[in-house]
């Protein structure tokens, strides 16, 4: 669901691989939120009026009803011409990550907690619970 007046991309926490098994197991866990910028914004507005009021963005071609296959991206990037061990749609979150982090401009856990990741030590995690929204919006900037 994407809320353009609050510029934010809500994801179900069904949906994030790190949250859906405590989902499944009854936990009640916050919508992932997803700040987006100026220029994803505009993106998002455009291809809105080409979706015809499907219930997804990016509809399956075939099946309105459900949305594009999870491999999608990646075929569009191998027709581009990269190899898959050139470039993957998982490999930009990857990208992303280090330029960020060699920016040395946001901290660490800004950035994972952008790409949904959880705090590997247990401790940390059970007691912070923060999810940088703010930081995260100027950093998607």
Same mark, same amino acid.
């Given at each position: 669901?994407?809320?353009?007046?609050?510029?934010?991309?809500?994801?179900?926490?069904?949906?994030?691989?790190?949250?859906?098994?405590?989902?499944?197991?009854?936990?009640?866990?916050?919508?992932?939120?997803?700040?987006?910028?100026?220029?994803?914004?505009?993106?998002?507005?455009?291809?809105? @009026?080409? $979706?015809?009021?499907? #219930?997804?963005?990016?509809?399956?071609?075939?099946? =309105?009803?459900?949305?594009?296959?999870?491999? %999608?991206?990646?075929?569009?990037?191998?027709?581009?011409?990269?190899?898959?061990?050139?470039?993957?749609?998982?490999?930009?979150?990857?990208?992303?990550?280090?330029?960020?982090?060699?920016?040395?401009?946001?901290?660490?856990?800004?950035?994972?907690? @952008?790409? $949904?990741?959880?705090? #590997?030590?247990?401790?940390?995690?059970?007691?912070? =619970?923060?999810?940088?929204?703010?930081?995260? %919006?100027?950093?998607?900037?």
């Amino acid at each position: 669901h994407f809320d353009l007046n609050e510029k934010i991309w809500k994801i179900p926490a069904l949906h994030i691989k790190q949250f859906r098994r405590k989902v499944i197991l009854g936990h009640e866990i916050p919508d992932f939120l997803v700040p987006l910028s100026n220029q994803a914004l505009e993106i998002l507005k455009d291809v809105m @009026q080409w $979706s015809y009021g499907e #219930k997804y963005l990016f509809a399956s071609p075939r099946k =309105h009803n459900q949305p594009i296959h999870f491999n %999608t991206l990646n075929m569009a990037i191998r027709k581009m011409g990269y190899g898959k061990h050139q470039l993957s749609s998982h490999g930009l979150r990857s990208t992303f990550s280090t330029i960020l982090n060699d920016s040395g401009l946001f901290q660490d856990n800004w950035i994972e907690a @952008q790409l $949904s990741h959880i705090d #590997k030590n247990r401790t940390r995690a059970s007691y912070n =619970h923060a999810d940088y929204l703010a930081q995260r %919006t100027e950093m998607m900037q």
